[in-house]
């Protein structure tokens, strides 16, 4: 059974940084992708950053060029380093992974505020 344990998430002021880390329970190349994905109040979920097995990293629009995506393969963890926060980046974030012709897995979430 894979699980999925996300930290760092927090009270910060707009202009303000964080970093998510997601723990996983087995070695994180053994997934095809793993990301992060967001939920806002009243918003569907969607994918804010992944990386695939090879290296491979993919960022929604509105976080290119202040969020970054990476992993450290001795801890069998992923991290999300949230820079320049903005109010719109407020949201629950989930850690996320995939292995082929597997239902995805989640984490239990945690929460950012970025207060204007």
């Known amino acids: 059974q894979v699980q999925l344990v996300e930290s760092g998430g927090g009270l910060v002021q707009a202009g303000g940084a964080l970093t998510l880390s997601c723990a996983a329970s087995g070695s994180i190349f053994s997934f095809n992708a793993i990301g992060w994905y967001r939920q806002a109040p009243g918003n569907e979920r969607e994918s804010v950053a992944t990386i695939t097995s090879g290296g491979s990293r993919n960022y929604a629009d509105s976080v290119k060029g202040r969020f970054t995506i990476f992993r450290d393969s001795t801890k069998n963890t992923l991290y999300l380093q949230m820079n320049s926060l903005k109010p719109e980046d407020t949201a629950i974030y989930y850690c996320?992974?995939?292995?082929?012709?597997?239902?995805?897995?989640w984490g239990q979430g945690t929460q950012v505020t970025v207060s204007s």
């Open positions: 996320n992974a995939k292995r082929t012709f597997q239902n995805p897995y």
